[in-house]
């Protein structure tokens, strides 16, 4: 990498970087940040305060606690009936499904744990041979490599009471989806970092040059954040698409082909059902016939349940960015942190978390 | 609400609502107590009581005895009473070993010794194996108030200063770190009583409210107070004192610093007359260097609502945390 001309330290300035926004497109722009965590970071560093009037941001669903149906979490709180240990993720805990959720089974003595990794159910299996123990298995591909890897471990050491239920997800065919949506009319999109550095830059080219969308991938601290809007900006004042990346200390153009090889081996593609959003064909990660053993809907002959959302909840609109919270009836009144109606409420990076936390619409603190 | 749940014990809205419930029935009878850290009582005494059931019960920087006696401590030297007595309640699980339960009292009665604080009183009960889990120890403290003016969140008004007396979130940090088994390099509770280092400060006429941040950390406390008095309060982010350690088991872990617990830190309002004087003394105190001026107290908009002016110069709100953030924190 040349770094001749580069300043030592380079200062970044914020109120500079908006003005600049404000220069290069002064009308109007309206990107979906597609990951929660983007979600997350730009509400926490007030980027919305700083934005020119007609800037849009819109949050997309990125956030894999959001989009996990409720058929899924009503799967998952079935299987915790039968006896067995369930582990997952903390922000799945209060999800509510049709008949509770894992916070409140286990507050009826049912033996769900919060687990930071998918490898603490395979010590968790190993410590307690006489009890089965599933890990619930949620988000993109990201955390998918983390359960293949896991089932791999698990296998090489002959661990028979530990299986997975599969919900796993995948970011570009959920993105065609948005992309190809005519009512939403993005002027581009901020890609999720996390998800590139295990996918590459190749998954989303078909963003720009099949869809005509400009795309950027970012990281997560604001300056990366103000640096993908202000590349978008650019984008459409030329008229162009292309993807770009700004977050190359972290993202190959490649990928991780290791991860992707390790997912490959233990995950095939499937139909997933995405909450609010529906069934989206070949956008979910189900085992291979050859890890039958370690998938828990065919340990426990487990059938897919319908999801049965609350009749009022508009988080599917919310999620694909047609509407905002502040537009659904529920928000701040049935549906608040503490009583969540929908996902999209309860998750740390769900997009109506995010704006009863940090927003106030009425106020002036945008 | 039809059973407990861990968010209950959070620190955070909902277990300001669950107090609520519980003191109905005080309350409906005209003898519940004030929303404060400790009880000011007539004849001039204070006092305060705090459970501990943290875990793991030894962390970087302390263990549950020091732990309970610094609560205690803490509670009452934000409300101006020099700690003199303690009492202490020990809920044992059969088999517990005796020599790590003397480990405790060992420390507990350091912490004691070195503030001039007396055992008065104590409890000790037993229960089968699997009803608690290890011991849960209960604190209360007493002590004499060290200052006419009363302190409290009704003194609060608009134009006081905000202060914090050390780098926020250490505690919250440390046990984070040992739960989840993270290694971080000079991660250390700031378990510690804030007595003596807040005494001379109560000489001071202009100074308004202290509060311990503990559980819920200091956005909880600085919603309370705004909720409470209907003001608005207004901090800014990059003078909030915030040790690089905090930070990377936050980000590790997705927690925001400002609801970590603190268990050696208070939350300081003065008016704006004699705030560089509380700074000065303050930062005479060998666990107060870090002490800073962090945001104000406003009539702005919205009222009873705390905002935050971001690093990058945004501007958000800060409101309490939800849920279990981490249970047995303290």
Not at chain 1, 187 to 200: E, T
């Amino acid at each position: 990498m040349k770094s001749e001309g580069l300043p030592e330290k380079m200062s970044f300035d914020p109120a500079g970087a908006a003005k600049a926004l404000q220069n290069i497109a002064p009308k109007s722009l309206s990107v979906m940040e597609v990951c929660g965590t983007h979600t997350v970071s730009i509400f926490r560093s007030g980027i919305r305060s700083l934005l020119p009037p007609g800037y849009r941001l819109v949050s997309g669903p990125g956030c894999p606690v959001c989009v996990t149906d409720q058929g899924e979490i009503d799967t998952a709180l079935s299987l915790l009936e039968t006896g067995a240990v369930l582990t997952a993720y903390g922000d799945m805990f209060r999800v509510p499904g049709a008949s509770g959720s894992l916070s409140s089974k286990r507050g009826e003595g049912l033996d769900a744990r919060v687990a930071t990794s998918a490898m603490d159910a395979l010590l968790l299996a190993e410590q307690k041979p006489d009890r089965e123990v599933v890990f619930l298995a949620v988000g993109f591909e990201t955390t998918a490599p983390a359960t293949a890897a896991m089932i791999l471990e698990a296998r090489r050491r002959k661990i028979r009471n530990l299986s997975v239920l599969s919900f796993h997800k995948r970011t570009p065919p959920a993105l065609e989806l948005l992309a190809s949506d005519q009512d939403l009319s993005l002027s581009g999109f901020l890609l999720p970092g996390h998800v590139s550095v295990i996918l590459g830059h190749e998954p989303f080219r078909f963003l720009a040059e099949e869809k005509g969308i400009p795309a950027v991938i970012a990281g997560f601290e604001p300056d990366q954040i103000l640096s993908g809007l202000i590349d978008l900006a650019l984008q459409q004042r030329k008229g162009i698409a292309k993807l770009h990346s700004v977050y190359g200390r972290a993202v190959r153009p490649e990928g991780n082909p290791k991860a992707r090889e390790i997912m490959d081996e233990v995950f095939e593609n499937r139909s997933a059902s995405w909450r609010g959003i529906g069934e989206i064909p070949s956008s979910g990660l189900a085992l291979r016939e050859e890890f039958a053993a370690f998938d828990a809907e065919k340990k426990f002959s487990l059938k897919p349940l319908p999801g049965k959302p609350h009749p009022g909840c508009r988080c599917g609109e919310i999620l694909t960015g047609r509407i905002t919270p502040p537009e659904c009836p529920l928000f701040r009144t049935h549906c608040t942190p503490v009583s969540p109606v929908g996902p999209c409420m309860v998750s740390g990076e769900g997009t109506c978390g995010a704006y009863f936390r940090f927003f106030k619409t009425t106020g002036g603190i945008a | 609400m039809s059973t407990i749940t861990l968010g209950h014990g959070s620190g955070g809205r909902q277990s300001r609502e669950i107090v609520d419930i519980l003191l109905d029935s005080f309350r409906r009878r005209g003898i519940g107590p004030e929303m404060e850290d400790a009880a000011l009582l007539p004849g001039g005494f204070a006092m305060t009581t705090d459970g501990f059931t943290v875990s793991p019960r030894k962390f970087p920087g302390g263990d549950i005895g020091h732990l309970c006696v610094c609560g205690c401590v803490n509670d009452l030297a934000v409300r101006g009473a020099a700690p003199e007595f303690l009492g202490l309640g020990l809920i044992i699980e059969e088999g517990f070993p005796s020599g790590e339960l003397l480990e405790y009292m060992e420390s507990a009665a350091a912490t004691c010794s070195e503030l001039g604080m007396t055992l008065a009183a104590g409890d000790t009960k037993v229960v089968p194996s699997g009803a608690v889990d290890g011991v849960y120890f209960t604190g209360s403290a007493f002590g004499r108030i060290r200052r006419t003016l009363p302190l409290q969140m009704s003194n609060l008004r608009p134009e006081d200063v905000l202060i914090v007396t050390t780098s926020i979130g250490r505690h919250g940090a440390a046990i984070a770190a040992a739960r989840f088994n993270l290694s971080v390099e000079g991660l250390l509770s700031d378990c510690a009583p804030l007595w003596p280092s807040l005494e001379p400060l109560l000489l001071l006429d202009g100074l308004r409210c202290m509060r311990d941040c503990t559980r819920g950390g200091l956005g909880t406390v600085l919603c309370e107070w705004a909720e409470t008095t209907g003001l608005h309060l207004s901090i800014e982010e990059m003078r909030i004192p915030i040790d690089f350690s905090v930070r990377s088991v936050c980000d590790v872990l997705g927690f925001d610093p400002l609801y970590m617990a603190c268990e050696g830190c208070a939350v300081i309002a003065t008016a704006p007359s004699c705030a560089q004087e509380v700074i000065d003394t303050l930062r005479k105190s060998p666990l107060c260097g870090d002490a800073a001026i962090i945001g104000r107290i406003t009539e702005g908009e919205p009222g009873g609502m705390v905002s935050m002016r971001t690093l990058i110069g945004g501007e958000r709100l800060v409101d309490m945390p939800f849920g279990e953030l981490l249970p047995r924190i303290c």
